[in-house]
Structures are given as structure tokens and as C-alpha cells.
DNA sequence: TTGAAAGCGCTAACAA
DNA sequence: TTGTTAGCGCTTTCAA
């Protein structure tokens, strides 16, 4: 009985806090949160005196009260709503690994599938609960008006991953899709494809239409009619990747190549081709679009476009910092990675 | 500049607190809170017309407060180290869904590649700062000792995956690995293989080695003596599969078959295979381990033994959220789930 | 069944 | 350059 209750106490161990540093260096409590704020007006020797204080003690502020106090809560929100896989994964070990050298820490907020059609109220309820020095939103949430809107109000500060609204309410991260989309496509016309499929994203990301505008802008400058009869509408998923490859083949002419908007939908294409027999890349090119893992983890491995995830979140993550450190001057700050690179691979040759 | 001022002052919006509830109710804060907590000792009306002044404020209890008065965060972490993607993506996905049912919140602590080794006491720097209610640790950071001791002495409550420790210091989840890949060995051989190549998980993983023993027991179940010359070494990665392809298959006589310990590992045995022009699964058969997104996205689909990652997770959640609750006796708790099962697909046949 | 007082650990604002 | 005071919003403890 004694045992167990020692075990009870063990549990709860008085953590070190403030207080017992200042004693220990013999100073103030100010003084001891001066310096733990890097603040300037810190005479050189007693930072030093304080800076032993908690060694000694091993003292570890405690963020909650921290968050109280000032508002600063080194909490980092990321909110998505059905990603593909590989993108996530992209996006999180990045953002993942950008708090952790900054000393924050990374909060996910999931909102997928919430009973159908997403449901902003629930996501602000579970928002204004946790105080968040801001949240990284993922599209297609990042071009949410509505939920922007609520974002605003609530004065959580946001940075929208490609998306970036013209009233510049809040800050972004984007890359263009246009140019990247449109460099690929030259190169699927330079190995001698005319009749070149493309599967769309959803609608509701803005980078979808981006990609197809640069798919289309290069065949027009190639002088390539668009066949409509070549365009598919995909979700992003694998499964609808694997689905449209029989649509897409059944057809009287199908075509040589096939330029997927991301990943997932490229690699879902391929095992669909490959599981009617087609041989990749003899008889249908396969391009997709992000370089996220599974492009190199399918066989033949494909060619695709190098969307800058992990850039895009560690940009987003400096930025929070950034905003929430006491020189921000109050304007959004937007970031457009802009380098392109095509990666190529196994999944692309030239036409029979 | 009055309009820049304005924008700022609207940045930060006072959020209703519990003071402002009590007067809307005509009662004392202490009742609100004991509302909010879903006490016992609470009036009908009175609670009543408390809930009735919540919703009417829109009121969102501030959990930096709760837990600074209170102990309770409402902050689950979830720590991993070098997981596999899939893997983690599958453990993510249920962990966040359950958090967000319960009204948890999940906070990410990815532990991989900090300078070479595993660092615990940068871990513990990070953990002591933020008040988590519990941790969930994934392998192979459920069975480091050390991590185990150090966060016992801290005080957080733990839920370590796949490991249970002896003593019952801290709650687990887990799942009968032997017996699932004993089951899975036996469809090999029942399917007519007797020289089974096995590539084994890192060793740190208490799953790898009985993953291995499950196989060999079911080997020597039907009197096939082990053949050293067919086990190889990964460390649960693609490309580590990968490169073991091209050393198994350059072995004299290689295996008919091959047992990989996880999918990602199959799924690079089988994109090495099929680059050196093997047809899969009649020249080679593969089969993996855990049943993630990457076993149903590379062609042909592997033949795997299902892992239950999401009732893993959700379990793990639900474990926390239960010693959290004030209810809660002292106990560990330990689950074990135990229902295995085979998901055939393409990649297993029986051998020419 | 309810309320009053105290304080969780920290920082903002002011004073010295 | 440093210290003092007053809370942040909530829950605990104790009293009514």
C-alpha cells in the first residue's frame, strides 16, 4: 500500500521553475525571464549567473504558463484535409523538422472527412481551445475563404501553402505550378508525344487548374490541339489514378503518354496499365507531378516534377517564427519558390 | 495608419473567458468549471442554465489555463524515430482521427536522425517544456530503456507500441508478430516454396526478430532447415530492399520466394526484381508485412499480413485519454490485439 | 450544491 | 540594468 502510493507521488514530480532559478543565481524572476527571452538589457555577467542557475537545476520553462502569461505558446498548428499520402508525408517530416531546430512543436489538425463536406465551425471550436502561435494550412484549406475569413477573426495568424489571395490577409508559401506543368509538357512533346493524356486534380485546389493551364499552354505553343477526349478528372488518390488508366485506355485511341497532376494518380495509372498487360514506358509514358516518394518506389520509377515540399513547410514554419517574434512589423510574408526541376526517370521514353 | 492600427487591434480578439460565462449565468466560476469538467455535484438547472450561457457566449475553455491550474493538457505526443513512411502515415492518420473525437490534440515529436544517435536527453529538453498527458511511443523508441526510465522519472505516462516491458511500468499495445508471420510462412509454403528468402528489420525493433521467429518456426514446423545464405539484413526502408534485390538475386541459386519483415522492404524487393527484368510473382514471389497504402500501390500488389496500425493507435489514444481521466485507478493498461490476417493480392504464386 | 480565496508559472508594464 | 506588482484563465481547497 505504502508502495503504491509511493509510486502515486513518484509520478508527479515537482518540476524546477522560475522561482527556485532566480533564487539560485540571486536575482529576480524578471531577470531569470530576460534572459530566457534572449532579451538585450541583460548585463553580461548576471546572464551568465542566471545561465548557470539553470544548468545547475536543469530548469525547463513551462510552456503553458509561458502561454498564459505572454501569448506565445511555441505551438505550430498544420491543418490539412485529404491529402494524398506522399504529400503529406513530405510536408510533415519537413515541418516536423523545422520546429524542432526552431523549439517549437507541431500540432496536426486532421480534417478529413468530417461527417461529408468539411465543417469550419468544428475546426474552429478545436482551434480556439489550443492557442496557437498560427497554423499552416494545407490547400485545398489554404484557399478556404470562409474558413480564412474565421482564421482572421479569431486572430490566428495563417500561412497558406499554395494559395495566395490578393488582399494578402495572411502570409503564403507557394511555387508555380503554371511553369512547372508547362516545362513538363515540353519535354513529353520533345520525346515525340502528340496525343498526351492529363489527369486533373480536384477542383477545389487551385493548383489543379494551375497545372492543367501549363499543360495547356504548352501544346498551344507546340500547335497540339487540346482533345478533350484526353482530359480526366482525378482526386489526387491512387484509386482514381487506377481507375481512369482502364477509362483511359478503353478508348478507340488512347493515348502515348500520360501526364498525371500528382504522384499518386501517376502511380495508380501505371499499376493500372501494367495490370492490363501494357508495358511501361514502351507503350504508354507515364509523368507525374510532386517527386514525393512513392514516385521512386513504383517500378519503372517515374519521371515527374520536383514540387518543393519540403521548402514550402520549412518556409511556412520560419515564417510563424517569424510572426511571432517581437520585431515582426505586422505585414504578411509571402515566399514563392520558384526553381523548377524535372526529374527524370524510367516512366518516360519516346513513342513507338 | 489609423487603418493599420485598426487591423492590428483586430489581430487580437479578447476570447470569452469563464468570468464572463458565470455572470451571463448568474453564477460563480467554480460552477461553470465544474460544468466544463462534467462533475457530478451539479444542480440540473444550474447546469443547465450554464450550458445555455456557453453556447450563447460561444465559450472555448483556454487549455493553456486549464493546464497550468489543473495538470490536464488535453495534448497527446506521439514520438517516433526512422518509422517507416507508410507505416507512419497509417499510425498518424488513426491516432489523429481518435484525438480528435476524444478533443485531444496531437503533437508530433519526430525523433529521427538527431546527430547520428538517438539523443534522450535533447527528447526529455523538448517533452519537459510542453505538458503532454501522455506519449505514445512507436519502436523502436517503445523499448529504449533509457527513454523508458527518463520519462518515467518526468513523470508522463507512456504507451509504448509493440513492446511490453516486464515489469508493467508503462501501458502497451501490441500485436503477436510470430504468430502472424508463422501464418504467413506457412501460405508460402503451402503455396509450394521451399527456399524462402527472409529480410529481417532492424534489430532494434523487438518486431524484426519476431517476425524472423515466427518464420522459422513455421520452416522447421515442415522440417525446412534455415538457410542462413537466404536471410538478409534491412533496416525497414524502400531502398534498403532495393539494394538487398539485387544481392539476393545474385546468389547462386536465390530463393522462389521472398518474406520481406515490412512493406516498404517488399516493395523495394520488388521494384529491384523487376529492374533486373524478373517477372513478378511467377520468376520471384513477394510478400510483405504490415498492409499499408505501399503493398496496394506498386504493381502487382503485394500478398501481406495485415498489421492493425489504426486499432493500434486508436487503442493507444484511448489508453491516454483513459489514465487522464479522474477515474483512473493507477494502473498500466495492455492491449493485445490478435486477430491476424492475410491480404492476398498479385504478388504471390506458386513456383514454376 | 455552491461559492470565495488562493495560486499554478510565467510575462507585461511600470518603477527604481 | 534590475526589480516590483499585477494579472493571464483556470482549478484546487476549503468553507458555507
Redesign the pocket.
Known sequence: MAQWMDSIAVNKP??????E??EEA?????????V??K?????????LKVEAAIAALN????L???S?????SKLIGLAYYNPSPSYLSALLVSALKRCRDLGHHLVIEDLSDIEGDLDTSLIVKRLSSIRLNGLILAPPLSNNLTLLGLLKDMGIPVVALSFRDEESVHSSVAFDDVAAAFEMTELLIAKGHRRIGFIRGPVEHPSSLQRQAGFEKALEKHGIPVDQSLMFQGDFTFVSGLELASKMLDTASPPTAVFASNDDMAAGISAGAQRRGLKIPSELSIVGFDDTAIAAAIWPRLTTVRQPIAEMAQNAVDIISEITS?TWNGEQLHVTIDAIEIVERESLTAPK
Not at 540571486?26 to 530576460?34: C, D, L, N, P
Not at 498564459?68 to 506565445?72: D, E, M, S, V
Open positions: 515537482q518540476p524546477i521553475t522560475i522561482k532559478v532566480a540571486g536575482v529576480s524572476q524578471m531577470t531569470v525571464s530576460r530566457l527571452n532579451q538585450k538589457l541583460v548585463k553580461e555577467s548576471t546572464r530548469y525547463r520553462p513551462n503553458m504558463a509561458r498564459l502569461a505572454g501569448g506565445k517581437r
